[in-house]
């Protein structure tokens, strides 16, 4: 009885020594009790993502800038108006390439973002820009016939005149998928997934918070098309909510200790970049009187080509 009793302590006092010896060899991986960054906050930092940046840009500016002047550009003659144009193929190629670039973007955050929020507004942006899709092809093939973006559908010469006059219902029926349950569809989830994406750069280190050089060339041909698409889609509010929800982020991480990385420094800087330029648009603007019959209330931003067809398009 004492033997197996002395072996039992044995077996038990080495058996503590090597739960000690595990303990110690797993305390130096083993973020402290009061440390001022939590472990589950801190994630891995993702490298700058040229290739999509870069891809997200130009499929941007080629795909969505490019269309209605590629709608001018081309000869009527390629693409008669009772068929597609060659801006709506453009479209088709931005409905596909977009959402995939958004998801490839997703994939290559540091942080697991919630995939059934991921996938519904993937949904919802396709539906949406498919609905402006067929609203804008409509709209900037009237152009040929006269219709003219500054004034509102009931006031076009080409319009006001149609009977019946339930005819000039439906085409602001159809302007209204086009500018404001298309846009909405397309842009509130487009900017959601951006933000869901910028709420992942962030990084512990202050090394690690800096654009490299080539990420700089990048930030004002996004910054331009993102003034592109807040005037002529008509997104301030969204944009600027957007905007100063991510301001408080940064500032939220802050006070945790934890800095924006490159992605997060450039999309930012590229949003900073936009604001600007929609408050020049503004500014220069500001007294068309023109426009500010189209454009009233408080909220004052006239689209591009609303300007385009009123002091361009017009002297020739």
């Known amino acids: 009885m004492c033997v197996s009793s002395c072996s039992q302590i044995s077996v038990a006092h080495l058996r503590g020594e090597a739960s000690h010896e595990r303990r110690e060899e797993l305390t130096p991986f083993v973020f402290p009790r009061h440390s001022c960054v939590k472990a589950d906050e801190v994630v891995s930092t993702a490298p700058f993502h040229l290739d999509l940046w870069f891809y997200f840009t130009l499929q941007n500016w080629v795909l969505d800038f490019g269309r209605p002047i590629a709608m001018l550009v081309f000869p009527l003659e390629w693409f ?71 004034l509102s559908v009931r006031e076009n010469p080409i319009i006001k005149n149609l009977k019946p006059e339930t005819l000039i219902d439906s085409f602001e029926l159809l302007y209204y998928y086009d500018e404001y349950l298309g846009h909405s569809m397309w842009y509130i989830p487009f900017f959601l997934i951006l933000f869901m994406y910028f709420s992942g750069c962030f990084t512990p280190t202050t090394a690690e918070s800096s654009m490299p050089g080539a990420a700089l060339p990048l930030v004002v041909p996004s910054g331009l098309y993102y003034w592109y698409l807040v005037t002529e889609g008509q997104i301030f509010i969204l944009f600027i909510f957007t905007f100063f929800a991510m301001l408080a982020l940064v500032l939220h991480q802050k006070r945790k200790r934890l800095f924006l990385d490159s992605n997060g420094l450039f999309l930012l800087s590229s ?6 330029l929609v408050a020049l648009w503004v500014a220069w603007l500001w007294n068309d009187p023109v426009l500010r019959k189209k454009y009233p209330g408080v909220i004052y931003v006239p689209e591009p080509w609303a300007f385009y067809t009123l002091h361009v398009s017009s002297r020739h």
């Open 80 to 150: 008669p108006l009772n068929k597609p144009s060659v801006g709506d193929y453009l479209h088709m190629a931005y409905n596909i390439i977009t959402p995939f670039l958004l998801l490839k973007l997703i994939e290559r955050s540091p942080r697991t973002l919630p995939r059934s929020m991921i996938y519904v507004s993937i949904i919802t942006f396709i539906m949406g820009a498919s609905i402006h899709l067929v609203g804008d092809s409509v709209n900037h093939r009237l152009i040929f016939s006269g219709y003219q973006n500054h």
């Open 271 to 276: 949003f900073a970049l936009t604001l600007l």
